[in-house]
């Protein structure tokens, strides 16, 4: 108890998370979120269901400068819950899009948990976090395919004026591109820049990870600054350092208590017990991980993502690893496991906090929003998430071929 809680908290894979929850939510107070929505909107306007699919879109944009569930869900749904009830979308489509494209943040670089994962599980965070970005894509992808359907099999869904929306976002295309077209897209440059900066810096070798985040962080400041008078830049930043200290102060805590509790279980015998009867379990590789699927939906429905990643990384990590498996693959399975679950009833954490800001007027714009339908919504997009979790445990390559080919 006297050692562990500066050992763990001190170590230097941890350094990386105040500058990246910072960098997320300087940009957030810059008002970039509105600008990648807008941009996500005028190039896709195209696709069937074409609001909900960009909302999945520009959710994996925002993870790719948030890495916050939480923080992604609630840029997003101030947004576009509003706009697609406004054109007459299901409200279950509505909420439920808003809250799968806040699961995608955590997979794409810079993730939060992926660097929770990497300093538990001791593995290199500039790799694991490139892990993520093939399954984010592919979940991603899964996400739009998902509202695509349904925009074909029940066009009354996303609105009765679905068409006249495609048709007046493609006349308001035509017309922005000879005036404004380009100017919204390039309006959220800061995204791709920063994509740029990490991939470009991770991938290519180029800056650690710490760089990485150092460079984001700085670079989110200066842009709010440019686009923001000296009030308001200096109470963003406020804002933002007050943000951070709360996030990473949480989030430590969990982390010691978690490292307390692994030592707990290996004193007792617990760990060896459990690992002694899974890995029985484990000859047997479509039993195993359909269990192991099973267990992380269970724990969801009762454990925050952070928690549950920590409580069972010390057990099931070395199974997994025997059998064959990369320990980044199980970090990235681990993470969009934990992503998953907190969708799922009876008791998704993220589902109560999309149903908590749906109430807000402003938001709902009239409409009556119920935790049955939050539900309904998410549940939408569960059955395709969870066939990317089989794609990847087939495929184990689509996680290793990134980092491998960065290394080279």
Known sequence: MSQVPFTTASSSTFIVLPMFVFMGLMLWYSGITTKLYAAARILFFWLPGNLAATTNIAGAGLGAISGSTVGSTYALGRIAIAEMLHYGYDKRLAVGSVLSAGTIGQLIPPSIMMVIFAGFAEVPVGPQLLAGTVPGILLTLAYVMTVVFIAVAKP??????????????????????????????????PVPVLILVIFGGLGGGFLTVTECASVGAVGSALYCLAVQDGRRFFHSLLGAARGTLSAVGSVLILIIGAAILSRLLAVTGAAQWLSANMKQMSDNIILFFGLLILLYLMLGMFMDAIAMMLLTVPLIMPIVVAAGYDPMWFGVFLVLMAEISILTPPVGLLVFIGHR????????????????????GVLLFVPLALAVVILITIFPDLVTWLPQQAAR
Do not use: Y
Not at 160 to 189: I, M, P
Not at 358 to 370: L, R, T
């Open 156 to 189: 009354t869904w996303v609105g009765k004026g679905h068409n006249q929306l495609r048709h007046e976002t493609a006349e308001e295309a035509v017309e922005l591109s000879r005036r404004q077209k380009v100017r919204t897209v390039l309006d959220a440059w």
């Open 357 to 376: 800001m749906a109430q807000d007027p402003e938001i709902n714009i009239g409409h009556s929003v119920s935790l049955k339908d939050v539900f309904a």
